[in-house]
């Protein structure tokens, strides 16, 4: 196989490069941005259903204080009716219509006063829904000012080892152009369920998974002319 050298330099590389990338994600700074950053989120969804529950309970007060009014109105009609027929000197009503009339009127105050006690109700929860609320709020203050710094922060590590990151894709890429296509299609798909997808071979052991291979495959791999994997572990052979 040819260009064992450069498959194998490109493929340190390339390891070297993404663990590089993983550690720039796994900075404590990064760790604690993001739990910075699920506690918002968490927060702010409390914050939405606290309101659209609020906005509920509201509309539900409303409702009750408009049923009241008209019990209202209709207690003070009543009320009139009754003194109105109470003072008239004709029947026009008798006695048995009077008392019923008042008998209405008594059904509409304990009406009204249930109402009232269900609106109070309401009233608290929406008194306690905006307590919630301020107290949700008061505590991501903190927090989304921890938050906004480590980002700043992030970004500063972010750019310090920018360059360093940059100098290593370079190298990968100028290393990668040394493989042909199909090398390289072989070795993503390796690299898609193994770490490190080359893997010397030293005295016909494969370096990375330590399988004693048979003395065929060392000449497989040197007079041959395609790739030669692994039979244990599935990586690519090389011999330098
Ligand atoms: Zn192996």
């Known amino acids: 196989m040819e260009k064992m050298k450069e498959l194998y330099d490109f493929s340190k590389a ?9 550690d720039l994600k796994n900075t404590d700074t990064r760790k604690e941005l993001v739990k910075n950053q699920n506690f918002l989120k968490a927060s702010n969804k409390k ?14 007060a409303q409702n009750l204080e408009k049923q009241i009014k008209k019990i209202e109105e209709d207690y003070d009609e009543l009320m009139k009716d009754i003194s109105y027929y109470s003072e008239a000197e004709d029947d026009e009503v008798s006695t048995e219509q009077l008392n019923e009339m008042k008998k209405q009127a008594n059904d509409l105050i304990s009406k009204s006063n249930k109402l009232g006690e269900n609106a109070k109700a309401l009233l608290k929860q929406i008194t306690n829904a905006d307590k919630e609320l301020r107290d949700v709020l008061q ?20 750019n310090s080892v920018g360059a360093e990151t940059a100098e290593l894709k370079n190298e990968v890429e100028k290393l990668k152009s040394q493989i042909s296509p199909d090398i390289l299609s072989e070795y993503e798909r390796i690299k898609g369920f193994r770490r490190n997808p080359v893997s010397l071979l030293v005295n016909n052991r494969c370096q990375e998974c330590n ?4 003395v065929s495959v060392s000449a497989k791999i040197t007079h041959g002319t395609g790739l030669v994997c692994c039979e244990n ?5 090389v011999i330098l």
């Open 233 to 237: 572990c599935g990586r690519i052979l």
């Open 139 to 158: 505590k991501m203050i903190p927090v989304k000012k921890a938050y906004d710094e480590l980002k700043d922060k992030y970004q500063e590590e972010q």
């Open 211 to 214: 399988m004693q291979l048979p």
């Open 14 to 22: 390339d390891a070297a490069l993404d663990r590089k990338l993983e």
């Open 47 to 60: 914050v939405e259903s606290i309101q659209e529950k609020s906005l509920q309970v509201r509309g539900e």
